[in-house]
């Protein structure tokens, strides 16, 4: 795990450094929504989602810290951070505080937040525009969109309070997590020009560990404080959350997730020992919870 | 002016039936956003910005109804419609109504037009990836972010009930209005693959009628009766917002309108009879308020 802690942080050492450069700086008019861009996206992530990149990119060949793979996986954080401004909203999920720190729309305005989070979204376009490469835009633009995360979230909402059957939480949990998860491992791939049947394969891996990501982040609502979270524990039962917990129980969630992941393990086995980046980020995912 | 509406009209049917293709049916899942996106962008707009984008794509060369300036016109709508579904956001203008019918979140829920509007918003850049031309991805992501219309929406928000000196109104207009509007322009000269020469003056011809219409819109506001407008009459004074006729008064600001206009004939008499339809297009801006 240390090898894997020291890729971790040489990914988001370089994906902070990138995103720096590409984001307009606080004093830049109107400062207000800079200040708040930069406020939510420097808040201390582990950058999943750019490691995932880097590492499909470099088991497919491609070299670590190539400016292109940099500026997709930068793209990446701001989609991300797109969606967690607006999801904290006080009409979507109204939380106070992430990452230990007061939301967008408290640290700031409601208003700046919905602005904050649109241009966040608009700007990751542009870099990605700047890359030069139409797949990855089309790749990304279908996983954020209402056959992929957005409709995930709305399903999510639409949920709370409800009894729904398995198939909605899968539904939900692929769309709003997985699909943002699964396109990062994909671009990767994409910009390395993989083979088509390198990319299905990476793609299913994308999918399981997506998949694995969500039903551990319910898993730990449920079974951590506050202070380990950084954000309110529980509060998905507290409020009725469509989650894998609620629905199996938690023996059976646990036991799903450790499928997925060793589904995830088959998946990238063709890529022999340089996949070994990408199971230790698979086993990361895991090991949050045992 | 007879020619000109039929030549609205029929940008205005061609674009209603590929946004109809586009657009996921209301029976697609989830429903909710669907519906929502469709009952925002079929509210009866009058395409000014598909128009804009056909007639200069004629105007370079183009033919009318090419599939891929049509997307491109749709792509227009949904940024155009996602702007307004935030901007009417209670936390944003807090506007009831917009086109006589109930705003996004009056019809559905706040936390839907949110997702509603991102929703539009990447659906547009999915669109316009498909067309397979780079540069009017970065076009218009340019004009859409901080540096345009979302920096003109934070600093119209911001000089709300301020004393605000002129160069502040320009700002939020050239930005929160007329950068749309100026893209619109330069995406059908793109699209016509037009000479640098020509796409330098349609630039200046776009951002001319942009600023126009936006403080056209401002004196309607103020003369205008509410079912002349379809929302609230009167609602920018009442919230102290920084208009030109607040700032220069009714009759200047006529003034600067035609001046404005005038600046557009000029910018665009290299086309010669080519460029009716744009001049008629200017016209039909300054007309509403003679």
């Avoid at 008019?29 to 995932?52: D, T």
């Avoid at 500026?71 to 909203?89: P, Q, R, V, Y």
């Amino acid at each position: 795990m240390n090898e894997l802690k020291s890729y971790l942080g040489k990914v988001a050492d370089a994906t902070e450094k990138i995103l720096g450069e590409l984001l307009p700086a606080e004093t830049t008019l109107p400062e207000s929504i800079h200040k708040l861009m930069r406020y939510s996206i420097f808040a201390g992530g582990k950058r999943i989602r750019p490691s995932l990149l880097m590492a499909t990119y470099e088991a497919c060949g491609g070299t670590f810290g190539d400016r292109n793979a940099l500026k997709a996986a930068a793209a990446l954080e701001m989609f991300h951070t797109f969606s967690l401004i607006h999801d904290d909203l006080p009409c979507m999920d109204d939380d106070d505080f992430r990452r230990g720190r007061p939301t967008a729309h408290k640290a700031f305005t409601e208003a700046l937040a919905v602005l904050g989070g649109d241009a966040l979204c608009i700007m990751a376009f542009e870099v990605l525009a700047d890359i030069g490469n139409l797949a990855i835009v089309k790749e990304i633009a279908t996983a954020l969109g209402t056959n992929g995360m957005l409709g995930g979230q709305v399903v999510d909402i639409e949920s709370e309070g409800k009894q729904v059957p398995r198939e909605t939480v899968e539904y939900i949990h692929n769309a709003k997590t997985a699909a943002l998860i699964r396109s990062s491992v994909k671009m990767g791939a994409m910009l390395a020009d993989a083979s088509e049947e390198a990319l299905t394969k990476l793609t299913s891996y994308g999918n399981n560990i997506g998949l694995a990501f969500q039903v551990v982040d319910d898993i730990l609502d449920e079974e951590s404080t506050t202070e380990q979270l950084g954000k309110d524990a529980g509060s998905d039962r507290a409020r009725g959350k469509a989650t894998f917990p609620a629905i199996c129980g938690m023996e059976e969630s646990k036991r799903y997730a450790q499928d997925l992941i060793d589904n995830a393990y088959k998946d990238i086995a063709f890529l022999n020992e340089r996949a070994d980046v990408l199971r230790n980020l698979a086993d990361f995912i895991i090991t949050r919870i045992s």
